[in-house]
């Protein structure tokens, strides 16, 4: 896994928010996994200022979200959908026949998950994923204890990963499960874009550098994968 260190999460960003431009630049059609959380805000901007200025048709792309939360109210301003309609769909010509999110409101559940796996692959495979990595070293919403092949399936989640998008979260509470891709559904990618920032991440991103592969930390899994980078700032690799 390649790393990359920079002076401030705006060029860390900015950084990232290259590397997906250049993806798309090289393949108009082509199939990304994108994640949210406050890390994606500012990667997401940047993209969306250099897409801009380029023209660059999204129109071919595909977009599979990482993951979603179930049971939320319908319309949910906390629903993941809203984070990447709201930063990232709506501001750029994105086919929404081409976008898609885990679909948390089919009563069969599991099946649900079967078909997202199933839209993946007969999309080709996504070729560049996007990632940010929870406090607790979640990827997705993978928490601790996620096996390295796991697939796209209904989770718990940990109250820390709760209390921690919680301070994101408006008239709701944030709920208990949600549906993610899996860690060996990520590890398929082609490319894969890890990014962390901020003091808040350094404690993780030292276990994530510093440690060896293990579920504890399902981030770790990314350094298995053939083609990964970490991109960091100055303050989340402090401990490394
Ligand atoms: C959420 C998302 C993850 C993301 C993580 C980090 O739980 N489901 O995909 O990596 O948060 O979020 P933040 O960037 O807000 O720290």
Known sequence: MEIKIFNSAAEASNFAALELL??????????LGVATGRTMDAIYHKFISHAREKTLDMNKVSAFAVDEY????????????????????????????????????????????LDYEASIKNAGGIDF?????????HIGLNEPGSSIDSRTRVVALTSST????????????????????GIGTILEASRCVMVATGLSKSDIVQKVVNGDINSKVPATAIKQHPNAILILDKESAKLI
Do not use: W
């Open 162 to 181: 709760r209390n921690s998008n919680k301070m994101v979260f408006s008239n709701e509470n944030v709920p208990l499960t949600a549906i993610t891709i």
């Open 129 to 137: 994923q996007l990632l940010g990595i929870g406090i607790n070293g």
């Open 22 to 31: 250049r993806q798309i630049e090289g393949k108009l059609d082509s199939n």
């Open 70 to 113: 179930i049971g939320l109210a319908d319309e949910s301003a906390n629903s993941y959908k809203a984070y990447l309609d709201l930063h990232l769909f709506n501001q750029l010509n994105f086919d929404s026949g081409k976008v898609y999110i885990p679909n948390v409101g089919l009563q069969n559940i599991d099946q649900a998950c």
